[in-house]
């Protein structure tokens, strides 16, 4: 592995990326998902400015939220696997972006253990994929509409995860109906935004997202193969 050629293809392909489809390279956040990755990797990750980091299991988590919590350059964490409503009081004060928001229960146990305001991504399943998490893009104004009493909640985005393939016309549909979606939720008197994402792309369909207006994208293989 050489994480700093790897970095430098990843940049090289948001550039691109951001070219073709008339958008800033800042508009782009990368978060390093280190779910399978050791300590000191994560530390050389964040030495060469990959400071939001991705977990989906709480207790890996748990462990470099410990590990790296008094570094000069303390990671931005974000949970990005389903968050089970028995695990929430474990890891939702230590989080700093929760993106798997995608039912009504695990709102009401964010609300209930939150210390502050939580920033949250909606997931939405626009692959349509029974196997997947995620509420469904017709789904999203009602759910939307139902969260808006939580305090604790700040919806800052929505967010997906396409099939794995390489179909590129497959990729560009799943991107688009969450920026479809995106739009619809703009226009509601119930949830006033402060900030809007769209979390969205992986190692093998980043570039897509980038064209499709993905603000976070969520990188793993592509970092550390």
Wanted: charged content about 30%; glycine content about 4%; hydrophobic content about 40%.
């Amino acid at each position: 592995m050489n994480l700093e050629k790897n970095l430098q293809i990843v940049n090289t392909n948001i550039a691109e990326a951001c070219k073709l489809s008339n958008r800033n390279k800042k508009e782009i956040s990368i978060i390093g998902v280190t779910k399978n990755v050791d300590l000191e990797t994560t530390k050389n990750l964040i030495e060469k400015g990959i400071i939001h980091l991705g977990e989906n299991r709480p207790i890996p988590f748990l462990e470099k939220h410990e590990a790296f919590k008094n570094i000069t350059n303390k990671p931005i964490w974000h949970f990005i696997g389903n968050l089970q409503t028995r695990q929430v009081r474990k890891v939702i004060n230590k989080i700093d972006y929760l993106h798997s928001l995608d039912r009504l229960s695990l709102a009401i146990e964010i609300e209930k253990y939150a210390e502050k305001e939580v920033k949250c991504f909606i997931q939405v399943n626009t692959s349509l994929e029974k196997t997947k998490q995620g509420i469904y893009p017709e789904e999203i104004l009602d759910f939307i509409k139902n969260i808006s009493i939580f305090k604790k909640i700040k919806i800052v985005g929505l967010m997906t995860m396409a099939p794995y393939t390489e179909d590129e016309s497959i990729l560009l549909n799943c991107f688009e109906k969450l920026k479809i979606c995106l739009n619809k939720i703009k226009e509601l008197d119930e949830y006033k935004f402060v900030s809007i994402g769209l979390s969205m792309g992986m190692s093998n369909d980043y570039k897509i997202a980038i064209l499709k207006g993905a603000t976070f994208i969520r990188l793993g293989t592509c970092l550390f193969e």
